[in-house]
């Protein structure tokens, strides 16, 4: 059976659905986008999601399509009508359309869309195995914090990884990490405190992150907010990374270094059981 989509201001099938050749967000990449995780029928930390969507709309002064809680119920009718219980929700927000032009015109409509996608989010290799990542120069523009379609250099990052032989790319920044290509970066070190980059331009402000480090604070774990170096994610205990799809997801080898023997480390796997059961809690409160 064909996804049912939203898009053209209804639901349609994905057979259907079409978006004009003027959309500025197909002709520039002037859009952006969220993904929410769906875990057994039930979207996880989705207010995170949508504050971050109006505040990236807000920073390219795109308005928001539609008021947060019929964005909402946009979503859980998607939910419904594909029948989906794990995967994400996807939502892409263009400023409209219009005659090509770098200067756009006030009072555009934006474009908005929507779908499901199945996703194994729970079970899959990196959950139980660990990935290996290798170590590429920040290749991105300045404003990562807007949550963007202009995702080329994460593409071709994640390409060139693969073909060699990696699961994933963390990108580098004068020496220091900034982020996964589609995820925060985590180190662990040998007195098992966590450490990620603070939030700032350099970096997505990930809404997973934000509930991870809400759970750390509520259950003790040392938590310092501040630039790691290469050296330092060679020389850690462990390393993990974190995103709406890929949860919290160990890191067993960054090149050619093996971290805690090559198996995910106990620090890790205690925040992956802590966020399991934030999932679960917000399961049963939905």
């Known amino acids: 059976m064909a996804r049912v989509v939203?898009?053209?201001?209804?639901?349609?099938?994905?057979?259907?659905?079409?978006l004009g050749l003027f959309d500025r967000g197909f002709l520039f990449g002037d859009a952006v986008y969220e993904v929410t995780a769906v875990i057994g029928?039930?979207?996880?930390?989705?207010?995170?999601?949508?504050?971050?969507?109006?505040?990236?709309?807000?920073?390219?002064?795109?308005?928001?399509p539609l008021p947060r809680?019929?964005?909402?119920?946009?979503?859980?009718?998607?939910?419904?009508?594909?029948?989906?219980?794990?995967?994400?929700?996807?939502?892409?927000?263009?400023?409209?359309?219009?005659?090509?032009?770098?200067?756009?015109?006030?009072g555009l409509k934006p474009t908005f869309i929507a779908f499901t996608q199945v996703k194994n989010l729970l079970n899959n290799?990196?959950?139980?195995?660990g990935l290996a990542?290798?170590?590429?120069?920040?290749?991105?523009?300045?404003?990562?914090?807007?949550?963007?379609?202009?995702?080329?250099?994460?593409?071709?990052?994640?390409?060139?990884?693969?073909?060699?032989?990696?699961?994933?790319?963390?990108?580098?920044?004068?020496?220091?990490?900034?982020e996964g290509a589609s995820s925060t970066a985590y180190i662990v070190t040998h007195d098992r405190r966590i450490i990620t980059r603070p939030n700032s331009r350099a970096i997505l402000p990930g809404c997973t992150r934000a509930a991870l480090l809400d759970l750390c604070s509520r259950h003790g774990v040392v938590l310092e907010e501040r630039p790691f170096t290469v050296a330092e994610a060679l020389a850690a205990a462990e390393a993990f990374q974190t995103s709406a799809t890929s949860l919290v997801t160990p890191v067993v080898r960054i090149g050619d270094v093996s971290l805690n023997g090559g198996v995910p480390g106990?620090?890790?796997?205690?925040?992956?059981?802590?966020?399991?059961?934030?999932?679960?809690?917000l399961r049963a409160a939905g």
């Open 6 to 18: 939203y898009c053209g201001g209804k639901f349609v099938s994905e057979h259907e659905a079409r």
């Open 41 to 64: 029928g039930k979207m996880i930390d989705n207010d995170l999601h949508l504050a971050r969507l109006e505040r990236s709309l807000s920073e390219l002064a795109i308005p928001m």
């Open 69 to 106: 809680e019929e964005i909402e119920a946009i979503q859980l009718s998607l939910i419904e009508k594909n029948g989906l219980q794990e995967g994400t929700v996807y939502l892409q927000v263009s400023r409209g359309e219009e005659d090509r032009e770098f200067l756009y015109s006030e």
């Open 125 to 129: 290799k990196g959950q139980t195995q």
């Open 133 to 178: 990542i290798t170590l590429v120069e920040d290749p991105r523009w300045e404003r990562r914090d807007i949550k963007t379609v202009m995702l080329l250099g994460q593409v071709l990052a994640k390409r060139d990884a693969k073909a060699a032989g990696f699961d994933d790319v963390w990108f580098v920044e004068d020496g220091t990490i900034t």
């Open 266 to 281: 106990p620090v890790t796997r205690q925040l992956q059981a802590c966020y399991l059961e934030h999932v679960n809690m």
